[in-house]
């Protein structure tokens, strides 16, 4: 992401794992690894567990047995650990940076990202200034008397990046027609992470519930409410965003971008909310000349509206500058910090806040990502991988159109249309070929709060002036030490940052079967994500189009819901099941991972002998690598909140889910009849 903003760039896009955010150290010249190093290691897997029974425990039982999650983090496994190496090398990087930043030319790279830092990093003027930079805003909020100034003050937040209250803004690709920007509203107005956690009522729910108001109450109690009216704010607040929540579509129900795309005149969505005239606050929002929006979900806008006139003034003044404290806590001096952590480590199980160098690192890394990608990529990215990723890219893409030519299930005409689709898919590897140069936005090295200010606004404008200029393709949506990859529908394309491209993904010195079954089942997997339950609703040029013949259609839904039904039956934490239709697309797009990339391993020569390697067949080495990315721990309140509101399923199930439906599984590991994971030839659920 260019700024921190949020990912509105990314508004469909799908990606690999959760956290948008990541690598192994490797500085360019690095020699190869010592022969010796094992990439599948016996000492990491669990061999007293049978293949069959718990393939996840078989390959990573080992590992999970020496292992702990470290107090800061919420979960710890390749994913995790890769970031953190990752954060590491960035927080050398800006430490660096920020010794000499302050003579460096005003403007330059050096300066902006070493000064950035160097003011998330001045403590002394963060204590000494409390809760000083939101004052005037707070103040601001306690000058309402009336619908219209709450609307103002909505507005006035947005347009200065100050907050985000009651719904969310943005501009993005008409889904409909790829090649314009568009304005876009959608649902919001909540603070906790899903629509659930307002609307349930189960033990969990309710000591998040209690936490969340307690953070409430902490807050106003900060900034000199008394006890009792800081308590009173925090049940008006929760009251608020319940019925802004009972209002939200469900995720679920947000997985049709058919359902969520509502074209409206400017003139036609004002008349479906009579306090919001919108034909008045577009240009207070910065947007002029739009005659269309889209409205992602039209309902809730009514319910907001509605919610306006029927709630009293002085419920939204509360309502209001709780945003104002929300969005500052994290910046402002260590109580507020401290409060915000107590309630973030009830929903997350972290137990001790992360270092302070670590969040200033992260924070210059949202902040201004393609600066300090520059430096980033300067000394760890590694341009061999770059060349191995494209020929692996080359080998799925065949690998992918063979399949699609002998799917059993599908007519000649989809597949004529489904092989388009993947002929036109754009890959992008390593960075961005055209670097954000952040034109205007000034870094003071002594005003970190400011600076926060300054990025968000320069974000906020950098998405408004693209309405009306050429769709700009080759910006990205990551930066390049994020460890994920995504792929984007509107622009039918797969991108993969450097940050990924290392081991337990990618290995130069690695064999054949760990890096097709580590980085190269990634590959696939963001393949599949374009002919997953979403993405095969866009075309060729990423438009979304039906282009399916209706009864190929039907029969790929027929067997989506079959992996909606396996992934069902997860059970993740206590109860709680994995939600089969909130991860579906997810997890049809890990079974094709794994497909793919099997089947263009089998075209390498390790693919085709029989050669083992530290005891291993190769066929046996490409799933161990599959198992391996994998690997990795999570406390269960961590576990619990990514079942609610992640697409993505927990490690294992990402695991021991796709490989019982591969044949080639079955006969690395001589799995029978009778072994728990077993399934007949007849079950195992073919797709791409
Ligand atoms: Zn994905």
């Not at 009173?232 to 058919?258: C, H, W, Y």
């Not at 790929?556 to 089969?580: C, E, I, L, P, W």
Request: aromatic content about 12%; proline content about 5%; some cysteine.
């Amino acid at each position: 992401m260019k700024s921190n903003l949020g990912n509105w760039m990314l508004a469909a896009a799908v990606c690999i794992s959760a956290s948008a955010w990541a690598a192994d150290g490797g500085k360019p010249g690095k020699a190869k690894p010592a022969p010796s190093k094992k990439f599948i290691d016996p000492a990491n897997m669990d061999l007293s567990v049978k293949p069959g029974d718990d393939f996840f425990e078989y390959a990573n039982g080992g590992w999970i047995k020496k292992n702990t999650i470290p107090a800061k983090e919420t979960s710890w496994g390749s994913f995790i650990m890769l970031r953190d190496n990752n954060k590491q090398q960035i927080v050398g990087i800006v430490n660096e940076v920020s010794k000499t930043s302050a003579t460096q030319p005003k403007g330059s790279i050096k300066q902006r990202v070493g000064d950035l830092y160097a003011s998330a990093m001045d403590t002394v003027t963060i204590e000494r200034l409390g809760y000083n930079p939101i004052k005037a805003d707070l103040q601001r909020i306690d000058a309402i008397n009336n619908v219209d100034a709450v609307v103002n003050e909505i507005v006035y937040e947005r347009s200065n990046a100050i907050g985000s209250p009651l719904f969310s803004f943005g501009v993005r690709q008409d889904s409909k027609n790829v090649s314009k920007y568009i304005v876009s509203f959608g649902q919001g107005g909540t603070s906790l992470p899903d629509r659930d956690y307002y609307l349930n009522n189960d033990a969990r729910t309710q000591r998040i519930q209690a936490a969340y108001k307690q953070y409430i109450t902490d807050l106003f109690t900060l900034t000199g409410s008394s006890p009792e009216e800081a308590a009173k704010n925090a049940s008006t607040i929760f009251g608020i965003e319940s019925k802004l929540a009972q209002a939200q579509m469900s995720r679920v129900a947000m997985r049709d971008p058919n359902k969520t795309y509502n074209k409206f005149t400017v003139a036609d969505f004002s008349k479906t909310t009579p306090h919001l005239n919108w034909v008045q606050l577009l240009p207070k929002l910065k947007v002029n000349g739009q005659d269309t929006v889209l409205v992602g979900q039209p309902d809730f806008y009514k319910s907001a509206d509605a919610l306006l006139v029927a709630t009293p003034i002085e419920d939204w003044k509360t309502y209001l500058k709780w945003g104002i404290l929300r969005n500052s806590a994290g910046s402002l001096s260590s109580p507020f910090v401290q409060a915000q952590f107590k309630y973030s480590s009830v929903l997350s199980g972290q137990k001790v806040q992360t270092p302070r160098n670590e969040r200033s690192a992260m924070f210059v890394d949202g902040a201004v990502g393609e600066l300090l990608g520059q430096l980033y990529v300067e000394q760890y990215f590694k341009p061999a991988a770059k060349t191995y990723m494209e020929g692996l890219v080359a080998n799925l893409r065949t690998a992918l159109g063979e399949r699609i030519q002998r799917l059993d299930w599908m007519t000649p005409e989809t597949k004529a249309r489904a092989t388009k689709k993947l002929n036109a898919f754009t890959v992008k590897i390593g960075y961005t070929e055209k670097w954000e140069t952040y034109a205007g936005l000034n870094i003071d090295r002594n005003d970190y709060f400011g600076n926060i200010r300054r990025v968000s606004a320069w974000g906020y404008n950098d998405m408004i002036n693209r309405l009306g200029k050429p769709v700009d393709k080759t910006e990205w949506g990551m930066t390049p030490p994020t460890v994920n990859a995504y792929y984007n529908p509107v622009n039918n394309e797969i991108v993969f940052p450097a940050g990924i491209l290392q081991f337990p993904f990618y290995d130069f010195a690695a064999d054949d079967a760990v890096n097709y079954g580590g980085i190269g089942a990634v590959i696939g997997h963001e393949m599949t994500h374009g002919f997953d339950d979403q993405g095969r609703q866009y075309d060729a040029d990423g438009t979304l189009r039906d282009w399916w013949k209706k009864e190929d259609a039907d029969k790929f839904k027929s067997r989506a819901d079959m992996v909606v039904n396996q992934y069902n039956g997860f059970t993740a934490v206590d109860t709680m099941h994995v939600n089969g239709r909130l991860t579906l697309g997810e997890n049809l797009a890990d079974l094709g991972g794994i497909n793919i990339a099997y089947e263009a391993f089998k075209k390498t020569k390790e693919g085709k002998s029989n050669t083992k390697i530290d005891g291993f067949t190769p066929d046996q080495r490409f799933f161990l690598s599959f198992a391996q990315i994998w690997r990795g721990l999570q406390r269960p309140e961590a576990t619990a909140q990514q079942i609610k509101t992640d697409p993505h399923s927990p490690g294992r199930f990402r695991t021991n889910g796709p490989v019982v439906n591969v044949d080639a599984w079955y006969k690395a590991f001589n799995v029978q009849a009778g072994d728990k994971m077993y399934k007949k030839p007849e079950d195992r659920i073919k797709i791409w």
